[in-house]
């Protein structure tokens, strides 16, 4: 039997040179005249690994990264083929501490599967949940998902279990499942390593959530900032086809199920889901107000299901497992796992999937090993662009919806951006305000006007001109753009902006106290 | 190698009669027709609209409203710089500010030998290992000067 090796082709590993090394071991390969057959994968996440290569061994797959082309001769010459030692190597994968700490549930596969192939998908356990689907029944599926206590993983947080039933319950005709993989949040990236390390487990979920409420046709909305996942997407959604799992009578049942991929055109608001469904119908991506919901009408005025990539991603071990395995992860409110994203100046930047409830610190520090530059974290910022900055003395706060809105937070998508302490917090809330001015959609007064307005102000503020004036006016407008905006890209962006101002007061007024130390 | 086709009505309407059986087909045919112009020119906003049985203002509103949909085809090679918080938090912005004093231009602009175009972005979910960049189609990640360095070097080439 031939060696076996796996090589990432998440695009987080390709930005590392994964390409070219996998090009690299193949020549090495011929040259030494090996048989070894290099398997592309998706990621495990340990980013700062990668490009990790792995090799099947009698007692698991075991890891070296980050592998150079340099280092190709020194690991064939140690006998990584047999999984033996060397200076990159980081022992069995599933083992390594960072891994094996977690509640792997969303990512289960991910990083294991070779995207590309609906058979290896099948034998890791695919389409049970599906063959589960099929075997209960429309309603039962639907209150499986509730019970399982899964709440929007875009960010809002609504209950997935109570879309799917409103849907349901509307009568039957043309229905539609969107799934929203517009994932623009800086800071984020769970959405495109499901599509591009896992992505038969997205089509089982759009599929079950088709099932469940009379849709027969689904639309992926990818980002177009995401060409990988797009062309991961596209081959997959053909595989399945080919498989018999999307189209008529899928797997022989009496269910119609075929779905398409959508590529955006580089409008972050379009992640907002009826501005997704705008963008869809082939509109300029403009907010509509709700109701109606799009539950109601939605794409093409019909009853629509919109669910993120991880929503949908999780429904099939939901229903393969059962809700109640899922809801009793978590806490509170929030059930299950969050696939929580740590990103910025941070050490080990990575996709870190695990039940709600432990603390921001413990991520930040411990998780994530702190800043990259070895400078002290001075704040982070949760939830993406339009998600609060933290200070160090908040970071004792637990991962959880409910914790995080009662600190004036959100988690948004999960995504953790670490600064260290050169980051200038007013310049980050200037940016908030020009950010939300450049991606506005337009529609409604507040966040159109009110960013620019907002923007302004601070520009004014750190110019020293009638600050304390202008810090009333900056809060003021916060809220008006918070209370008046119709969706969340002006609604939220006083987060960040006031978060700035509440917890690093002193980076608004510098100029000014050097000003008055001049006079 | 000159990478986009130079405008042509019949060419465009050949494009937009493959997508337009489409449920909210504009999106889908813009980008079709950016890929193979390098932009939608004016020419083709009456011919979508013609197609599609919408108003010329309506896809006029469409093509304006996205970041992607280019007035102009860019240059030969399109270098995009993350310019979104997490890479701001690693370093980004000086490095934005290097390539634009490398190539002599500024976010958004052209070089004058229609070599490369440089333009943000914000985010490539590279967020792990920020700063991020792209070029083409291919991504470059945990950027530092020398990386960029070589990374414009290479767009220039």
């Not at chain 1, 009496?254 to 409008?267: I, P, S």
């Not at chain 1, 994530?368 to 949760?382: C, K, L, N």
């Not at chain 1, 302490?421 to 200037?430: G, I, L, Y």
């Not at chain 1, 102000?457 to 753009?481: H, P, Q, S, W």
């Amino acid at each position: 039997m031939s060696a076996r090796i796996f090589i990432s082709r998440d695009s987080g590993a390709l930005c590392v040179g994964a390409d070219a090394l996998a090009t690299k071991f193949r020549k090495a390969f011929e040259q030494r005249s090996l048989d070894v057959e290099i398997v592309r994968t998706g990621s495990r996440g340990m980013y700062w690994l990668e490009p990790l290569v792995e090799v099947a061994t009698g007692q698991g797959r075991v890891g070296y990264g980050p592998v150079q082309a340099a280092d190709i001769d020194a690991l064939l010459d140690a006998g990584m083929l047999e999984g033996k030692m060397h200076g990159l190597c980081i022992g069995e994968v599933d083992e390594y501490p960072w891994l094996k700490s977690q509640t792997r549930l969303t990512f289960k596969n991910c990083g294991i599967v070779d995207p590309r192939s609906f058979e290896d998908y099948r034998a890791h356990g695919g389409y049970q949940g599906l063959a589960k689907a099929l075997a209960v029944g429309p309603e039962v599926t639907i209150e499986e998902v509730v019970a399982s206590g899964l709440r929007g993983r875009g960010g809002a947080g609504f209950p997935t279990g109570i879309k799917w039933r409103t849907v349901a319950q509307t009568p039957p005709q043309q229905k539609y499942i969107v799934c929203n993989a517009d994932e623009g949040d800086s800071g984020t990236f769970a959405d495109r390593m499901i599509m591009e390390g896992d992505p038969f487990v997205l089509i089982e979920g759009m599929t079950i959530a088709g099932i469940a409420v009379g849709a027969t046709y689904g639309y992926i909305y990818i980002r177009s900032e995401y060409p990988d996942a797009i062309e991961a997407m596209e081959i997959a959604v053909g595989e399945a086809r080919k498989g018999g799992m999307l189209g008529r009578k899928i797997a022989g049942s009496q269910y119609d199920f075929d779905m398409e991929v959508r590529a955006g055109a580089g409008a972050y608001v379009c992640g907002e889901e009826t501005s997704l469904l705008e963008s869809l119908e082939g509109k300029r991506g403009e907010v509509r107000a709700k109701p109606p919901l799009p539950a109601h009408i939605g794409l093409f005025g019909q009853p629509t299901v919109i669910n993120n990539v991880l929503s949908l991603a999780t429904v099939p071990i939901i229903m393969s497992e059962g809700g109640a395995f899922y809801r009793d992860f978590g806490m509170g409110k929030s059930r299950g796992t969050m696939p929580i994203q740590l990103a910025g100046n941070i050490k080990h930047g990575g996709l870190y999937e695990t039940a709600f409830g432990i603390t921001l610190g413990e991520l930040v520090d411990a998780i994530g090993g702190g800043t990259r530059s070895g400078r002290p974290v001075r704040a982070v910022q949760v939830g993406g662009p339009l998600g609060a900055y933290f200070p160090r003395e908040l970071f004792d706060t637990p991962f959880d919806y409910e914790a995080f809105a009662a600190r004036d937070g959100l988690i948004g998508h999960g995504g953790i951006v670490v600064f260290d302490d050169t980051v200038d917090m007013a310049k980050q809330a200037r940016f908030a305000m020009e950010f939300c001015a450049i991606e506005s959609c337009g529609k409604c007064t507040p966040c159109r006007i009110g960013s620019t307005r907002g923007v302004e102000l601070v520009d004014k503020i750190l110019a020293g001109e009638d600050r304390v004036e202008n810090l009333i006016v900056l809060e003021d407008l916060c809220n008006t753009m918070k209370f008046g905006s119709l969706c969340a890209l002006g609604g939220f962006t006083p987060y960040p902006v006031m978060s700035a101002l509440i917890h690093f007061p002193g980076d608004f007024g510098a100029k000014r106290k050097r000003l008055e130390a001049a006079e | 190698m000159p990478r986009y086709e130079p405008w042509n009505a019949d060419r465009a309407s050949e494009i937009i009669a493959r997508h337009r059986h489409l449920e909210g087909a504009t999106l889908p045919i813009l980008h079709a027709l950016q890929e193979t112009f390098g932009c939608v020119p004016e020419a083709a906003v009456p011919l979508v609209a013609e197609a599609l049985n919408l108003s010329r203002a309506e896809i006029h509103g469409t093509v304006t409203f996205y970041h992607d949909f280019r007035k102009q085809p860019p240059g030969r090679r399109v270098l995009k710089l993350c310019r979104a918080e997490s890479c701001q938090a690693a370093g980004g912005d000086a490095l934005a500010v290097r390539a634009e004093e490398k190539l002599g231009i500024q976010m958004g602009e052209t070089t004058l030998d229609n070599r490369v175009t440089l333009e943000p972005v914000y985010c490539l979910g590279l967020c792990h290992s920020s700063p991020a960049a792209m070029l083409d189609k291919h991504v470059f990640g945990m950027l530092d000067e020398a990386k960029l360095d070589a990374l414009v070097k290479e767009a220039q080439a």
